[in-house]
């Protein structure tokens, strides 16, 4: 059906008022028969009327489906259609997570709320991307201060590591894998991102953190390429083993990281799932379980006493039953607690 005329060929008919043939319902100029709405009814494209949405009765045009193309998956929620576009990849990544954690793989009914997507960027994406950036700093301000090129050290010599959390994230990472093998065998993917919650939050706040002065190069070029080495496979590990769930966001920073290691597969999804061949201390990821409640806890006393964090305690004092807990506390894992005794 015809709908009227371009808009420059409108402007000039409007010029040459004598050319019209003005329509017999309504006087008006530039109104002609052939492009009346009320004879011929509204063009699917055209604006709704103020106050009326696009499904009013009085429209005689057929509503339409979304217009919903290859790149871009549609979602019945609430009654509602939600069209997500595929090209905006790590919001889709998001979005997955999301799913994934909902009572829909459990083939229960879901509330979506756009907010629980945006809690798994903030919580999840972005601290991850926080670590990764990180990395990349570091391992650049060793080539700027004139050293060598970082090239990560072999996987098997940094399991040899003496430092605590050295072990103790090599063993974490190892659960990482061992953990969602396990839950994938058994379809439990609901159970995947709370544990990567809680994996990610712990490199960001306990590796990183405190690490910062060897991942700075502050206690020598040496301990600091162990360090930056062993942040780099915990990295690679995890983005090889979080793919299927995360498949644009991994291969995003698995090409950046592909770069400075020979042998490596052109995308992350030709790459095998990772194995847990690596070494799994339970005694030592126990042990940073323990210096975390601690750590805490002092936090709160800090607080309480308006102490700030970065003011050294004369003592700390820890009670507790089990001889092994204060074992912890006081010898493995003393160098990260603050105080001065």
Sequence with gaps: MYYGEGQGDLKDNVKKRGSHHVASIANKIGHTRENCWKLHGRPPNARPLRGQNHDTSSQKSVEEKPDVST???????NNQTWVFDLSASNHLDALRLYLI???VVRAESLNFKKEGVYTVVKDVFLPWYNAYRFLIQNAKRLEAEGFSVFT???RTLLQNSSNVLDQWINSATESLVHFVRREMNAYRLYTVVPYLLRFIDNLT?????FNRKRLKGRTGEEDCRISLSTLYHVLLTTCIAMAPFTPFFTETLFQNL??????LDESIHHCAFPSTSGKRDERIEQSVTRMMT????????RE????PLKTPLREMIVVH???EFLEDITVKLKEIIRTKD
């Design 71 to 77: 790149s871009s998956i549609v979602l019945l929620l």
């Design 152 to 154: 990560p050290l072999d």
């Design 321 to 323: 039953p089990d001889a």
């Design 101 to 103: 954690n909902s009572p």
């Design 205 to 209: 706040n306990i590796y990183v953190r």
């Design 294 to 301: 601690v750590i805490d806890l002092a936090r709160n006393i």
């Design 304 to 307: 309480q006493n308006n102490k």
């Design 258 to 263: 592909r770069k400075v290691s020979n042998g």
